[in-house]
Nanobody, 127 residues
């Protein structure tokens, strides 16, 4: 069993930065991790992925250059650094853990590949 707890969300203005954290507890942290986001009435959408050791990362095209994913295995924590935030980034952000140490790029974008989920943290960007 893996428990994930997100933190770091909040209300910011366009152009600001936020760093989300995802603290994992329970079983081993040697799983691939991902960040997804969801707005009301919409499906949960891929944001970023990091492999078990941080060696491979993917970021959704619309967020490349603004968002960075990383992880600290010693702290069992994954991070999502979000810069130059836009109002359209407003969403609930979820971190998730897969059951494998690595995923392909296509798999990383698929919510079905992730087994454990956090409760989500709200990010609101005002214009």
């Amino acid at each position: 069993q893996v428990r994930l707890v997100e933190s770091g969300g909040g209300l910011v203005q366009a152009g600001d930065s936020l760093r989300l954290s995802c603290a994992a507890s329970g079983r081993t942290f040697s799983y691939a991790m991902g960040w997804f986001r969801q707005t009301p009435g919409k499906e949960r959408r891929f944001v970023a992925y990091v492999s078990w050791n941080g060696g491979t990362t993917y970021v959704a095209d619309s967020m490349k250059g603004r968002f960075t994913i990383s992880r600290d295995t010693a702290k069992s924590t994954a991070y999502l650094q979000m810069n130059s935030l836009k109002p359209e980034d407003t969403a609930v952000y979820y971190c998730a853990s897969a059951l494998h140490p690595t995923l392909t790029a296509a798999q990383a974008m698929d919510v079905a590949q992730f087994f454990y989920w956090g409760q989500g943290t709200q990010v609101t960007v005002s214009s």
